[in-house]
């Protein structure tokens, strides 16, 4: 119950089932969508199949508990009858009838008998019970290796992404760095331009004076 209710519960939950339904084009983007998550098809399909197993088996636990708690109440009034029936029988015995004691001596062991296959069914109802939990147990460690698996490939693919926009994000730099670069020559090719008119317009000027 509980990988049903943590992270692993919510991506099931989100995108298990509706990743593939519905028309189309919501099937295409969702599974797009998964993919860019590192999720394929595949991987999904395996962690529903682990899912509804996992309810199954639990769902089949609950009942066989539920069958062995039924039982044992029924042991429990059965006992309580059988003492009954006895101290009924000492009574009519007190009293000096025979044959109600006998009655009751006699109603007294067919719950007995009673009681008797209600312990063999509740023997049956353990073992079914232990069963029931050896099979959760069992699902339950699948589940948490496939829940590995879904967020080592959730992870790898982050990390995928995120090693992609550092390499987008150093290609934008580079090219910004040469850009400055080509922008910073030219401003300097400019003023050296400059600074040499400069010179010869005070040049022209000095010979106007002569």
Do not use: H
Not at 105 to 120: I, S, T, Y
Not at 123 to 128: G, K, N, T, V, Y
Not at 154 to 165: I, K, R
């Amino acid at each position: 119950g509980g990988l049903l209710a943590g992270p692993f519960g919510a991506l099931w939950g989100a995108s298990i089932g509706s990743a593939w339904g519905g028309n189309a084009k919501v099937e295409r983007e969702k599974e797009e969508e998964m993919r860019g998550m590192g999720l394929t098809p595949e991987l999904l399909s395996m962690a529903e199949t682990c899912m509804k197993e996992l309810e199954d088996a639990e769902r089949s636990e609950q009942l066989c508990r539920s069958a062995v708690d039924s039982q044992s109440r029924l042991m429990a009034r059965l006992t309580q009858s059988i003492e009954k029936e006895y101290t009924l029988a000492q009574a009519a015995m007190d009293d000096g009838d025979e044959d109600e004691a006998r009655r009751r001596l006699v109603r007294r062991r067919e719950l007995n008998g009673d009681l008797e296959q209600a312990e063999a069914e509740m023997e049956r109802a353990e073992e079914r019970l232990q069963r029931s939990v050896n099979a959760v147990e069992a699902v339950a460690e699948q589940a948490a290796r496939i829940e590995a698996l879904v967020k080592t490939t959730m992870a790898t693919a982050a990390d995928e992404q995120l090693s992609q926009q550092d390499r987008t994000m150093l290609g934008y730099d580079n090219l910004s760095s040469a850009s400055n670069s080509s922008w910073e020559s030219a401003v300097a090719e400019f003023e050296a331009d400059n600074d040499e008119l400069l010179r010869d317009l005070k040049n022209l000027d000095k010979k106007k004076d002569k």
